[in-house]
């Protein structure tokens, strides 16, 4: 039976010109410790998800290396972008052009695999980082919050066309975040309606690193919806499994 793996954040730089390393010791090769754990438990027929922050390119044509990676793996993959991915085009269609075979990229779109429904958004900060000099006001982030709330509910709206109108009960469903869609200490969030509302069991989210990342790993089943960081260094750079499809 097929089984959804979950593995974001992968950083790739094929090309070499941003090694990992330089954040310790831990990210030494991660693209080959990705590539050798994936390949060790995922299958041709099984579904990867990996929602932000795939490569380190800055134009689609700087990506090709990583696409290429992404490419060689088995299974199916399916991205949304993440605060870093500036190779992403604002095209869907010059994004479909670039992308590998049996790879989906959610962007107010959705899609279904094997009856599984999946849909998504980036997400965005709760509050501005001032420790790390951001000037934004809490009216900027309010405002970005508001296009993600936007961007998810259309994507949300994209998964119920393709769900069946002739009485076929309808499958799981699972949504993509790339930033935590809770902020920290918390339960729930604007997103966290929408998500239980459109019937997802998970939310799978990445954007976070380091060995402390504290109260902003929201983690646990709140409301319904089971809600896990998927960060490549979060889960020892090997695919993390979220469940197995029921057949039939």
Excluded at 18 to 46: E, L, R, S, T
Excluded at 111 to 123: K, S, T
Excluded at 186 to 199: H, K, N, P
Aim: proline share 6%.
């Amino acid at each position: 039976m097929p089984r959804i793996w979950a593995l974001s954040d992968l950083h790739l730089s094929t090309s070499g010109a941003k090694p990992m390393d330089i954040f310790g010791d831990h990210w030494d090769d991660h693209a080959g410790q990705m590539a050798a754990n994936w390949d060790a438990v995922v299958g041709d027929d099984d579904i990867v998800l990996t929602p932000g922050d795939f490569s380190w390119a800055n134009k689609p044509a700087e990506a090709a290396g990583d696409l290429a990676w992404l490419g060689s793996r088995p299974g199916h993959k399916i991205l949304v972008k993440g605060n870093h991915d500036h190779w992403w085009p604002s095209s869907q269609a010059k994004l479909a052009a670039l992308l590998p075979a049996k790879t989906y990229a959610l962007k107010k779109t959705a899609c279904q695999i094997h009856g599984v429904g999946f849909f998504g958004a980036r997400g965005g900060d709760f509050a501005p980082a001032t420790r790390y000099g951001d000037e934004r006001t809490m009216a900027d982030i309010d405002a970005w919050l508001d296009r993600e709330e936007h961007e998810l509910r259309l994507s949300i709206t994209a998964l119920d066309a393709l769900a069946p109108n002739d009485g076929t009960p309808r499958g799981p469903r699972i949504a993509l975040f790339h930033y935590p869609p809770i902020p920290p200490g918390r339960q729930s969030s604007r997103f966290t309606t929408l998500i239980r509302d459109a019937g997802a069991s998970h939310c799978i989210y990445g954007h976070l690193h380091g060995r402390e990342v504290g109260a902003a790993k929201v983690e646990g089943t709140f409301d319904g919806v089971t809600y896990r960081c998927a960060s490549c260094d979060q889960i020892g750079f090997a695919p993390t499994l979220v469940l197995e499809i029921a057949s039939g």
